[in-house]
């Protein structure tokens, strides 16, 4: 099995699991956004970048995978309204060039890790027979691929799975990441003692995920044959707005809960989405309550080495950007 993206917060978790039921895993990851500590022991490790064709072609040197867990993005939703060339790169063709060596070596089974960032904005239940309406460049980076995927499934046969989570947090997440992952920016300020940042009035809402609420489920993709050639939507059920949130972060790690709001931006109000088809298939119901995964992410994150909070380079477009990501002059 190839997993990318394995040095990542959810293709750690992954790789776990997929170890967990006897696999043989190799990974690729450039860590730019994971870590060299994330990756389980018994990953067979390649450091290289995707976007790279022929690092992606020298990849099946380490013989034929069966399956590919394709989980390597830049998952910052918001942000990527003003690196665009950066995400469609990155979530784009660097998924093309797998692909493409996906059916040159006659992959059997191309599991995809997209997101619910594909549906735009919806106040009910959206399930996977939704047209999707993607409100951002990395939703729609992310549903071009799942068409593409469908496309060479139709052509080439090669068969996949497609997954849409949801707001995943949880322990591996890189806490100091300013850009995305509301769960760990709040846990990062709170234990450095600053105010939680919240954009707009705080109450956008959001089914909040955690990790072991998804990894096994996508890691068992190649062992349910009723999974193949099929969309599922996963996460958390219950949503809570971001207001709700800082509080619950600042219970869990014992420290007042103080607020700084910043001005709103573009992005969806609300989101929910329905999960009937995935409880059917996988037989599988939602395990990890908010508090309970909040309170396991902070004891972890209470034991890690403080890293800086660090700053994207290369930002492409400053017109509307907001203040708080302006570079540093």
Same mark, same amino acid.
């Given at each position: 099995m190839l997993v990318t993206g394995v040095?990542?917060? @959810?293709?750690s978790h992954v790789a776990d699991h997929c170890l967990a039921l006897g696999m043989e895993v190799v990974g690729i990851d450039d860590f730019s956004g994971g870590s *060299?500590?994330? @990756?389980?022991?018994?990953?067979?490790?390649v450091i290289g970048d995707l976007r790279d064709a022929s690092l992606v072609r020298s990849l099946w040197d380490r013989g034929p995978f069966n399956c590919i867990y394709h989980l390597a993005a830049y998952a910052a939703e918001s942000l990527?309204?003003?690196?665009?060339?950066?995400n469609y790169e990155n979530n784009l063709l660097a998924s093309v060039n797998l692909l493409?060596? *996906?059916?040159?070596?006659?992959?059997?089974l191309f599991v995809f890790v997209s997101s619910s960032a594909v549906y735009g904005?919806?106040?009910?239940?959206?399930?996977?027979? @939704?047209?999707p309406r993607p409100f951002d460049p990395y939703g729609i980076a992310k549903y071009a691929f799942e068409m593409d995927l469908q496309a060479a499934h139709a052509l080439f046969g090669i068969?996949? @799975?497609?997954?849409?989570?949801?707001?995943?947090y949880g322990e591996r997440q890189n806490i100091a990441d300013h850009y995305r992952n509301v769960v760990g920016i709040f846990m990062n300020q709170g234990l450095r003692g600053e105010p939680m940042t919240v954009v707009g009035d705080g109450f956008q809402s959001r089914a909040f995920s955690h990790v072991d609420d998804v990894a096994p489920w996508i890691a068992r993709s190649p062992l349910t044959p009723a999974a193949r050639n099929q969309i599922f939507n996963i996460g958390a059920e219950t949503s809570h707005t971001v207001l709700e949130l800082a509080e619950r972060v600042a219970a869990a790690l014992g420290t007042p809960c103080r607020i700084r709001h910043l001005p709103a931006r573009p992005e969806p109000s609300h989101l929910m989405v329905d999960h009937a088809k995935f409880r059917r298939i996988f037989g599988a119901s939602e395990a990890v309550g908010l508090d309970e995964g909040i309170r396991?992410?902070?004891?972890?994150?209470r034991g890690q080495k403080h890293r800086p909070t660090a700053r994207f380079e290369g930002i492409e477009i400053l017109r509307n950007l907001p203040d708080h990501w302006r570079p540093a002059r």
């Open positions: 040095g990542g917060f @959810v293709g *060299a500590e994330n @990756v389980p022991r018994g990953v067979e490790m990527s309204h003003y690196i665009r060339r950066f493409n060596e *996906a059916v040159r070596h006659e992959t059997e904005q919806g106040t009910e239940p959206l399930t996977e027979q @939704v047209l068969e996949y @799975v497609i997954w849409r989570p949801h707001n995943i396991k992410m902070a004891e972890w994150a």
